[in-house]
C-alpha cells in the first residue's frame, strides 16, 4: 500500500484478518513503559499490525512482541492473565468519552477539537489560535 510510504511505514491489509480490541496492547504498553520499553514496544506492535497483520488482541502474540524488545515474555504472559494496569488503562479511555472524544487521532488544543488525522498546517493553526486567545493581553490605556 502508497499510504504512510514516504514516512517508511508500511500497511498490508490484506494481511490483517481482523480488527482486534486493543485493550490487551494498551495494558502491555502500560507495563512497557514502566521497564522504559513504552516506545519499542508501541513500535513493534504496530510494525507486527500493519505490515504483517499479527493479532494484537492476541495474548499470546503480544506476549511474543514483548519478548522481541527483551521484555519478559513470561512475565508478560502472566500479567495479561491478571487485571493488573487495566484500571489506569480504562481511567483516561472513560474521561476521553464523557469529553466527547469518538475517534483517534484526537487534539484538544486549548478547547479546539479536532478529530481525526490532519494536515500540520491544520495543528499549526490551531495552535496559534490558541496562543492567541491565552496570550495575555495589554492594557489599553
Known amino acids: 500500500m502508497l499510504a504512510g510510504r514516504a514516512d517508511g511505514a508500511t500497511f498490508d491489509y ?23 520499553k513504552q516506545r519499542a514496544f508501541v513500535e513493534a506492535a504496530l510494525k507486527g499490525y500493519f505490515p504483517k497483520g499479527r493479532d494484537i488482541g492476541s495474548k499470546s502474540v503480544l506476549a511474543e512482541i514483548s519478548g522481541e524488545i527483551s521484555l519478559d515474555r513470561d512475565a508478560v504472559a502472566a500479567f495479561l492473565s491478571s487485571d493488573e494496569g487495566a484500571e489506569s488503562v480504562r481511567k483516561p479511555e472513560r474521561a476521553a468519552r464523557e469529553r466527547g472524544v469518538q475517534g483517534v487521532p484526537h487534539f484538544d488544543i486549548a478547547g479546539t477539537v479536532i478529530v481525526g488525522a490532519q494536515r ?3 495543528l499549526r493553526q490551531a495552535i496559534i489560535e490558541a496562543v492567541g486567545r491565552l496570550a495575555p493581553k495589554e492594557p489599553s490605556l
Open 120 to 122: 500540520p498546517a491544520v
Open 14 to 36: 490484506d494481511a490483517i484478518k481482523r480488527t482486534p480490541n486493543t485493550l490487551l496492547a494498551h495494558r502491555v504498553s502500560w507495563l512497557a513503559q514502566r521497564e522504559d
